[in-house]
């Protein structure tokens, strides 16, 4: 079994592109007096930052994303545009792989009223 992230990374141009990131899972028992559920390997991570943008910013002009990190959408709904034109929306549950540290970015606009919060999940080297 799979688990697909969608990933904003680098196009080899310096601009940004959706890719997918593929996790694979395997049967396993994760813990005593459960039966064994697919889990996969564990992905290196140091830390956790919850970040709440503010009503009053909507829109947020092309910025590479600050490290290498998982974002897991908590409240609200954010769409994000890469540099090739795609658009993809995140809703609360949804999780994304922002890979795109060293290039011109990806647009970031909220497109739920009221403050919208996401987990960043930075990941190790």
């Not at 459960?34 to 009053?56: H, K, M, N, W, Y």
């Not at 959408?73 to 993809?88: A, N, S």
């Not at 739920?112 to 919060?117: E, L, V």
């Amino acid at each position: 079994m799979l688990v697909r992230v969608p990933k904003v990374t680098n196009d080899g141009s310096g601009g940004t592109r959706f890719d997918e990131l593929d996790v694979p899972q395997t049967e396993t028992p994760n813990t005593q007096n459960v039966p064994s559920l697919l889990v996969s390997t564990a992905i290196a991570a140091s830390g956790a930052v919850f970040v709440t943008v503010p009503v009053e910013v909507r829109q947020m002009q092309p910025h590479p994303a600050p490290r290498r990190q998982f974002v897991v959408v908590l409240d609200g709904e954010f769409e994000i545009g890469t540099t090739d034109g795609r658009k993809r929306s995140l809703t609360p549950g949804m999780i994304a792989l922002m890979d795109d540290v060293e290039t011109r970015g990806h647009t970031t606009t909220v497109r739920s009223t009221g403050p919208a919060t996401f987990l960043a999940i930075p990941l190790e080297d």
